[in-house]
RNA sequence: GCCGGGGUGGCCAAACUGGUCUAGGCAGCGGACUUAAAAUCCGUGGCCCCUUCGGGCAUGUGGGUUCGAAUCCCACCCCCGGCACCA
């Protein structure tokens, strides 16, 4: 019997969670109406909260929890703030993993992605995230991919996809090419293997096209990381400089080049071109030099991107025999091929000016090239740039000391620009090229075009066809989507799995009704997720890929949520495609995320969580054994969630304990007073525990937006239970507050109202991290669902504290604290301060040399001697 | 090498515009309750000196500005992240 009851009396979170999930799914509290639809209220403001979709393998980590817990947090709070929020769920779903499951398996990447999409969805259920199920989809779905296809054509018809050859990086392990973004120092993003460069035809996304408007549209963003911003800054790579002709005679080749520096003209002494540069075959040919030419290229070929690339890597190259001639002197300068210059950025050729750049010096050490300074540093110390000369010498024509040197200075060796600033020479050399039609201004950006296509399987297939007579031609939209055939081998064998499946591949012109052939390879599912944020809106929609009204009235995505992993690939793809998209007409919006919020990754023993560490936590099992409220809370709670932090069981235990302390204060509250008491009139402790509660509502607020700053918040709420704790004994016991009527029962005083409404914020304020435990103690004290209630407001009266402790300082050094009426007058205060028996003894009989005065916080007495 | 971010008790951290350094949590210690333990509740909690009152020293290191610095400035050390032959 007493044991029975004891676990009664008892937190028990998978009841409760189990209760208000069942609420939640049973009345759709979380699915919200579009535009049109008879249940839409356009009285109410819209947010959209956004999570980075997930990628369903296995079950969801840490960091998704993390994710969601962030989100849904946000969710919360702004629906209770008076917004009608929009927070949908999804599943990134194609992709590698599944697929290669699938080969060492034989399982299809369908079933074991729809398997793991169920544990994703029946986890996040089971945290109870706000999610608007009705708007679920995932990207592997014909009724989505068919979108993606459809957009697809429509960048096609733009003339932003097309297929081109290119030197591509190859991926040998998951045979298949890959984009830029996707290799990283040389391998593979996905695992890691060594890439090699490919000459491929491949399809093309036209991303270079928006180069410039993604620059200057950071300045329509409301709040984005700074660091992400720079990524992307110093990835699309801007440069100002100018492109200048250099003239190959024989044979007879114009050779543009794009330099930052036209300044330095004049000190070009040779000429390189990367080993991939088309022309090197030709103007090797016949030479001396063509045997040597033609193994060097070759060697550099086989020669990875991480090689080429190493820091250690000593500069090499071979003469090619010819001779190109500057622009600006008519001097001819030997060419060279070296794989220190690259094919993808700029042209491929550069013009080399071995005293002003580092590369081009090594390079003329090493093969002993003629080095001329045409730039001298000022005699200003901090422009000189490591130029040793001591300004009394003569300035140094004939040797190369401080050379390389890459600063500002005074022209020389350069003809009628000799004497003049470089910087002022740089806007006059190019004018003179361009009056000459030798060279022009120009800009150039390192970012290169997203390569999509992929030999891979899993994956939405490409929507063109090959014909004989009519080319390339895309599928037309009515007969969208082109369906993923199944297959019996997921194996890729240097192309796409999909070629066996030939009765597929074969199909019929719908141009000129002739036999053609299907594109094999699939898009790469970076694609899939550059649109989902719109689909969401309109996800039952199969009549166009979303409603017009219904895209406009909700994006752009008010806070994005996710890691900052995706810095440069996920969203800069996604801000592509909004442009793209609003320039096809189909969207009002030009960027997708107005905020994003970057959460830090979290560890455990002071590393990244891995199956091959043996580190994961499975939040599966703490849900088990803790709840999904502790494991919310907790996550929250760690630290600053912009910053990672390092998982600890103790820590989980520890919120666990607090979540308790509050539901069993909840309990004794609820069994102790009685609703309906007034607080008005209330005196002493109970005013000190209402403006206790009044400074959480103030400092939680603030702390959840625009600060993030959950950690913050969560302690308040502690302060505020531990405050309850503490008076609580005192408070229930009076008969009667100071304005009691003689009526009032024990549960209707102020003291007790007081703390019903202290107990009953608590749970209002940390509902957003802790949803189910604070819908039930919420509902015990307030019989009102929390979620259906605003946000709580702080009252300005009960933030003014009547006194406060005045410090009192000697010297600086604190001396003294002294309670004093928040009113008291500046002199006042002073005389006080004065009076204080230590600080008197500081003083020791000193004059007082100056006397500084903070009203509401200190006063500092300053004594000399 | 370049560009960011950071370094505060035994640990995670707080201190928002320069104004009581260390809120909240974890671990620890003490007490109450209990036959006992667990759970719970209360208290304690930077280091050093002192019996108390009190005092000295403390925010990576060294300087500086200021009545006053974790916070601003200069130099240096260390950690984390990003980029890295970008012409």
């Not at 093309?204 to 180069?211: G, L, Q, V």
């Amino acid at each position: 019997m007493a044991d029975s009851a004891s676990e009664a009396e008892r937190y028990d979170p998978q009841a409760i969670e189990r209760k208000w999930q069942l609420v939640w799914d049973a009345e759709n509290t979380w699915v919200v109406a579009n535009p049109g639809s008879p249940e839409f209220d356009d009285s109410v403001p819209k947010s959209y909260v956004l999570e980075m979709l997930p990628y369903p393998s296995g079950e969801p980590h840490v960091g998704h929890l993390k994710t969601y817990s962030v989100g849904d947090a946000i969710a919360h709070f702004r629906r209770r703030r008076g917004y009608s929020v929009v927070h949908p769920m999804g599943y990134d779903a194609f992709g590698l993993p599944a697929e290669n499951n699938a080969i060492q398996t034989g399982e299809h990447p369908r079933d074991a992605t729809e398997k793991s999409i169920a544990s994703f969805r029946e986890q996040f259920k089971r945290w109870g995230i706000s999610i608007d199920w009705s708007r679920e989809l995932g990207t592997h779905e014909p009724s989505y991919y068919r979108w993606t296809q459809w957009i697809f054509l429509k960048l096609y018809e733009r003339g932003l996809a097309r297929r081109h050859e290119a030197p591509v990086h190859w991926c040998p392990k998951d045979q298949t090419v890959l984009a830029n973004e996707q290799v990283i120092d040389g391998h593979c993003e996905r695992c890691g293997t060594l890439v090699v460069l490919r000459q491929l035809e491949q399809w093309f996304f036209r991303i270079t096209e928006y180069a410039q408007q993604l620059l200057d549209d950071f300045e329509l963003l409301d709040s984005w990381p700074e660091n992400v911003i720079t990524m992307q800054r110093n990835w699309i790579g801007r440069s100002e400089g100018a492109e200048v002709i250099f003239t190959c005679e024989e044979p007879a080749l114009d050779f543009p080049v794009f330099t930052t520096r036209p300044d330095t003209l004049f000190g070009a002494t040779f000429f390189v071109l990367a080993p991939e540069h088309p022309e090197v075959e030709r103007l090797a040919a016949g030479t001396e030099h063509e045997e040597a030419v033609r193994d060097y290229v070759n060697a550099s070929a086989r020669a990875s991107a991480e090689e080429r690339a190493d820091e250690e890597h000593q500069k090499t190259g071979v003469p090619l025999g010819r001779e190109v001639v500057n622009p600006v002197n008519s001097e001819r300068i030997p060419m060279f091929v070296a794989d220190y210059v690259l094919m993808e950025y700029g042209t491929g050729a550069i013009m080399a000016v071995p005293a002003h750049d580092e590369r081009d010096y090594e390079f003329a050490k090493a093969y002993d090239l003629p080095i001329r300074r045409v730039i001298e540093g000022t005699d200003r110390p901090d422009e000189t740039g490591g130029s040793s000369a001591s300004p009394a010498e003569p300035p140094r024509t004939n040797d190369d000391e401080g050379l390389p040197y890459s600063g500002d200075g005074r022209m020389v060796n350069s003809g009628r620009f000799d004497g003049k600033d470089n910087r002022e020479a740089h806007e006059e050399i190019v004018e003179w090229l361009a009056s000459e039609d030798r060279g022009k201004s120009a800009v150039n950006f390192r970012l290169r075009d997203w390569l999509v296509s992929r030999q891979r399987y899993w994956g939405a297939p490409i929507p063109i066809l090959y014909c004989d007579e009519c080319g390339t031609v895309p599928v037309p939209e009515d007969q969208l989507p082109v369906l993923l055939p199944d297959i019996e081998e997921y194996a890729p064998k240097g192309k796409s799995p999909l070629a066996a499946a030939e009765d597929w591949v074969r199909t019929e012109c719908p141009s000129c009704g002739g036999e053609a052939s299907r594109e094999t390879d699939t898009m790469d599912t970076f694609v899939d997720s550059s649109w989902y944020f719109l689909r969401y809106l309109d996800s039952r929609n199969d009549e166009e890929c979303w409603a017009r009204d219904v895209a406009d009235y909700w994006m752009p995505v008010d806070q994005y949520i996710g890691g900052v992993e995706h810095a440069i690939l996920h969203l800069m793809y996604a801000r592509f495609f909004t442009k793209a998209l609003h320039d096809i007409g189909l969207l009002e919006a030009r960027e997708p995320f107005a905020n994003l919020f970057t959460q830090g990754m979290i560890t455990r023993d002071g590393a990244t969580m891995s199956k091959s560490r043996g580190n994961t936590v499975s939040p599966a099992e703490y849900v088990e054994r803790f709840g999904a409220d502790s494991l919310r809370t907790y996550i929250c709670f760690m630290g600053p969630p912009i910053k990672g932090g390092d998982w600890s069981d103790e820590g989980v235990e520890g919120i666990f304990r607090f979540l308790a302390r509050l539901w069993r204060l909840g309990r004794e509250v609820a069994d102790r007073t009685e609703s309906g008491g007034s607080t008005d009139g209330a005196a002493e402790e109970a005013r000190e525990l209402l403006a206790k509660a009044h400074w959480a509502i103030d400092k939680a607020t603030r702390d959840i937006e625009p600060r993030f700053q959950f950690n913050t918040a969560i302690a308040a709420v502690m302060e505020l239970v531990n405050d309850i704790y503490r008076l609580k004994d005192g408070l229930l016991s009076q008969t009667g507050g100071s304005s009691a009527s003689p009526e009032e029962s024990p549960g209707t005083t102020t003291g007790a109202a007081a703390v019903r409404f202290a107990t009953s914020t608590a749970a209002s304020l940390l509902f957003p991290f802790a949803p189910h435990l604070c819908s039930e103690v919420y509902e015990w004290l307030a019989g009102e669902r929390v979620w259906e209630q605003p946000w709580p407001e702080a009252d300005p009266d009960l933030l003014e504290r009547d006194t406060y402790m005045l410090v009192v300082q000697v010297n600086g050094k604190l001396r003294d604290r002294v309670e004093v009426a928040s009113d008291t007058a500046e002199e006042e205060l002073l005389d006080l301060a004065k009076s204080s028996e230590n600080v008197q003894r500081h003083l020791d009989g000193k004059a007082i040399a100056k006397e500084i005065v903070v009203p509401g916080r200190l006063v500092n007495l300053v004594v000399k001697g």
